[in-house]
């Protein structure tokens, strides 16, 4: 049973006795005393300031005072209008300076994966076993250094660019057509693949996202279409592209559709020969067929050249022509109009999404051919998005992002890394979903037990027990750093109105400072955006 706030007002209020009534809470969803407690004070609409910081909450990884200032000055509508375009946006010298020394940024993918497979060569041929060894694990520490540069750019751009509605649907994307880096030599590819495949799309056309996506390497990788020959057909991207990234698995498409698209796909794969390097040797016929863009490849000698039909029609392309025409038709279908609009709804309003938003928002990507922005426009001027601000419970990356940007957006990180051992922590790493489904976006899945204790642990660290950490130079003591001014933040002042009881009386009773940011970060009122 759940202790009432006059019990808790009663009650010597420690960290112990805090976390033991917040993980009790954890353990509902939707219509718990968690719920309900997040949902307690005024609604968003009684409250200018608090309805725009909930608002930020949920377009952006978290309010901050630049945020609520720019919103003020351009108005909602405005703000809104800005957000909504993709452009490029200027980080903090000390965030860009970070990620310009980073190999990712210095040098181009297709350079690192080409040295690295050379060197996976030199590896094997190399006699002595301790030899091997050795280099086996020098080579994997490289990789493993490349996957980190990577999550530390995610890490920086969002908690620092003013373009938050493009790093959130940045990730969105990167969970939607979700790779995982620890497969093979995608580390060295998954940088690039955030950078050039998805971010430049993410609010773009969903067609041009799935061709960008289908044509990278890290996804050719990924999902095994490198292996997919004429002849020798591997059947996984083509079930991928069609149950999670089109159509969905309800969208119509049957197996022999899977089939046919398998054998669209043969021959599209991974070159890692020397940039430099003549086409391979073809039959005359084949020469000009012969397709090389960086890493990615079509060999016209691995494709099915027979005639195909795709969703009840043949298709007319040959060669890489018919990749583009399947693509257009999956991107156009009313099924991947629905299945498209249904996990942008789950990401942005909430798990159960109202029909009839849904229906808007399908109808919105068929008349936009596709175009995000659009239908995030449509999301955004709904009834059910407006009602939902404040009552989303943000799952461990989220959470994370949000926590930075609240105390630690006015001076930038020197060393990401802990944010990310927090994130591996509460089982949510930066592109580690072993399986193509992407992290889960429904509630159910971040409320256990055992979720919310570890979430605990880790607002004590964002409340200033890991700030230290945060600002110690790689191979340096730890720097002083005093916990954030969460009490004096324009996110607390323009929040507190809303507290609920039990929250007011925890944070009465903090005794340090540290403490009093634990409280908070603890609270319903964070948990949930």
Do not use: C
């Amino acid at each position: 049973m759940n202790p009432s706030p006059a019990a808790l007002t009663a009650l010597p209020l420690t960290r112990r006795h805090w976390l033991g009534w917040t993980a009790a809470l954890s353990l509902a969803t939707s219509g718990s005393a968690w719920a309900a407690a997040s949902q307690s004070g005024a609604p968003p609409g009684q409250d200018d300031t608090a309805a725009g910081v909930r608002l930020l909450d949920r377009i952006s990884w978290g309010a901050t005072a630049a945020s609520q200032q720019a919103m003020a000055e351009a108005s909602v509508a405005g703000y809104l209008a800005s957000q909504l375009r993709s452009a490029p946006a200027a980080l903090p010298p000390e965030a860009q300076a970070q990620i310009d020394a980073m190999a990712i940024t210095r040098t181009p993918m297709e350079t690192l994966a080409i040295d690295l497979q050379g060197r996976q060569q030199a590896i094997k041929d190399l006699p002595d076993e301790d030899a091997r060894k050795a280099a086996q694990e020098a080579y994997q520490r490289e990789l493993r250094g490349l996957q980190r540069e990577a999550e530390r750019r995610f890490v920086l751009r969002a908690v620092y660019s003013p373009a938050q509605l493009q790093e959130k649907m940045t990730w969105f994307w990167m969970n939607h057509f979700s790779v995982f880096a620890g497969k093979g030599d995608i580390r060295a590819m998954v940088g690039d693949y955030e950078d050039r495949a998805i971010r430049p799309h993410a609010l773009g056309r969903f067609r041009d996202l799935l061709g960008a996506t289908v044509r990278h390497p890290a996804m050719l990788r990924y999902l095994d279409n490198a292996q997919n020959a004429a002849n020798r057909i591997n059947e996984n991207y083509a079930r991928e592209l069609m149950e999670l990234h089109t159509l969905g698995v309800d969208g119509g498409y049957s197996q022999r559709d899977v089939q046919e698209m398998a054998r669209v796909l043969t021959g599209h794969g991974v070159s890692l020969r020397p940039l430099g390097e003549p086409p391979p040797k073809l039959k005359p016929e084949w020469t000009h067929q012969y397709v090389r863009h960086g890493l990615y490849e079509f060999h016209p000698q691995r494709h099915d050249w027979g005639a195909k039909e795709l969703l009840g029609q043949p298709l007319q392309g040959q060669g890489m022509a018919e990749l583009d025409e399947a693509l257009d038709r999956l991107a156009r279908a009313p099924a991947t109009a629905r299945f498209v609009s249904r996990k942008l709804a789950l990401y942005l309003v909430g798990d159960a999404p109202a029909p009839a938003l849904l229906d808007a928002m399908a109808e919105s990507f068929t008349r936009s051919d596709g175009h995000i922005a659009t239908v995030l426009q449509t999301l955004f001027a709904s009834a059910p998005f407006q009602a939902s601000l404040g009552k989303r419970l943000r799952d461990p990356v989220q959470y994370v992002m949000a926590g930075l940007r609240m105390g630690y957006a006015d001076r930038v990180l020197t060393n990401p890394d802990p944010a990310l051992s927090w994130l591996q922590r509460l089982a949510e790493p930066l592109y580690g979903r072993a399986t193509p489904d992407g992290y889960p976006l429904d509630s159910a899945a971040w409320t256990s037990s055992g979720q919310m204790a570890v979430r605990f642990e880790v607002a004590r660290a964002l409340g200033g027990a890991g700030a230290a950490a945060l600002y110690r130079p790689e191979g340096a003591p730890p720097p002083k750093v005093a916990p954030p001014a969460l009490a004096q933040s324009a996110y607390y002042r323009a929040l507190e109105p809303q507290l609920a009881p039990a929250t007011r009386v925890a944070l009465a009773r903090a005794a340090t400072p540290l403490e009093w940011n634990t409280f908070l970060l603890s609270a319903p009122e964070f948990m949930y955006a």
